[in-house]
């Protein structure tokens, strides 16, 4: 018989408590995704304040921009001589 060979993962390798918060940029309005564990007794909306001020706006604009540029044209090569 042929041994099959099974597609199902038995155990997720996840880190266990792990909330998504979506940070707003207070001027443009860009909302970005974090993913953070926090300790117990914390309040959510202090630490999400706190993140949206810390957080790299510019760098993450820019990794944006790099992920998901649009190419017009290619430019045609010079050949050498």
């Known amino acids: 018989m042929r041994n099959r060979i099974s597609a199902r993962i038995d155990k997720v390798m996840s880190i ?4 998504r918060f ?9 909302v970005a995704t ?3 564990v926090l300790p117990k ?5 202090v ?3 706190d993140a949206t001020k810390r957080f790299d706006w510019k760098g993450w604009q820019e990794a944006q921009q790099k992920q ?12 050498a001589k």
Not at 41 to 45: A, R
Not at 68 to 79: A, L, P
Request: aromatic share 6%; no cysteine; charged share 30%.
């Open 22 to 30: 979506r940070l707003q940029h207070p001027e443009t309005g860009q």
């Open 47 to 49: 630490y999400v304040a």
């Open 16 to 19: 266990p408590n792990v909330k």
């Open 68 to 79: 998901f540029k649009i190419r017009v044209g290619q430019q045609k090569q010079k050949k």
């Open 41 to 45: 007794g914390t309040d959510p909306d």
């Open 34 to 36: 974090i993913m953070a």
